[in-house]
C-alpha cells in the first residue's frame, strides 16, 4: 500500500511532468480524498505561473538577453559622449559670452564698437563687495599682476592658437573615453 506521505513527495515531479504515476499511486489518489485535495492544490500552483515562465528555448534566451545588452550598451556610450559634450558647450557658451564682452564699456567706443545699454547703478552707488580671502595674503606685485591680466586678455586672444582635432591629445582623449567604455 502506497502511504500519504510518498505520494505527496512525488507530486511535484508529477505535476511537472517530470515523471509519471504508477497503477498503484493512481489507484490509492482515487481511493483518498485528502490526497486527491493536494493533488488539485498542486497542479493548481503549477498553472499559476505557465504565462509568466520565460521561454524554454536558450538559443532564444540567449539572444533575447544579448540583444537587451547591446541596447544597454549603445544607451551608455551615448551618455559617455553626451555629458562632456554638453559640459564642452556649456563651457563655450560662458567664455564665449566672457570674451565678446572684455574690453568694451557700455555706451563707449572700444575697438570693437559701442556695446548695447544695458542697466547699470549710478555712480555715486555702493559698490558691491566680493570677498576672495585666497587674495588676501598676495603682496601688491602679485595683486598688480593679476589685475594687468585680467584687463589685457582680449589683445592676447587673437595671437592664441587654438588646438586643432587632430591634436595628440584628442588622440590620447578618445582611446581614454574608449578605454571607459568597455
Request: aromatic share 4%; glycine share 8%.
Amino acid at each position: 500500500m502506497t502511504s500519504c506521505t510518498q505520494l505527496s513527495d512525488r507530486m511535484p515531479d508529477v505535476a511537472h511532468g517530470a515523471s509519471r504515476w504508477t497503477e498503484t499511486e493512481e489507484r490509492h489518489l482515487a481511493a483518498c480524498a485528502d490526497c486527491r485535495a493536494e493533488w488539485e492544490l498542486v497542479t493548481a500552483a503549477c498553472r499559476l505561473g505557465a504565462p509568466f515562465r520565460p521561454p524554454a528555448d536558450p538559443a532564444l534566451m540567449a539572444s533575447l538577453v544579448l540583444e537587451r545588452l547591446a541596447h544597454e550598451r549603445r544607451r551608455a556610450r551615448f551618455r559617455v559622449r553626451l555629458w562632456p559634450a554638453a559640459g564642452l558647450a556649456a563651457a563655450a557658451a560662458v567664455i564665449l559670452a566672457v570674451w565678446t564682452g572684455v574690453g568694451v564699456r557700455p555706451g563707449g567706443d572700444g575697438a570693437r564698437g559701442t556695446a548695447p545699454r544695458v542697466a547699470t547703478a549710478p555712480p555715486d552707488a555702493p559698490r558691491a563687495e566680493l570677498p576672495l580671502p585666497e587674495l588676501d595674503d598676495l603682496p601688491a606685485e602679485a595683486l598688480d599682476s593679476i589685475l594687468q591680466a585680467l584687463d589685457s586678455p582680449g589683445a592676447r586672444a587673437d595671437t592664441y592658437e587654438l588646438p586643432g582635432l587632430g591634436d595628440p591629445g584628442d588622440r590620447e582623449l578618445e582611446r581614454a573615453l574608449t578605454g571607459l567604455e568597455g
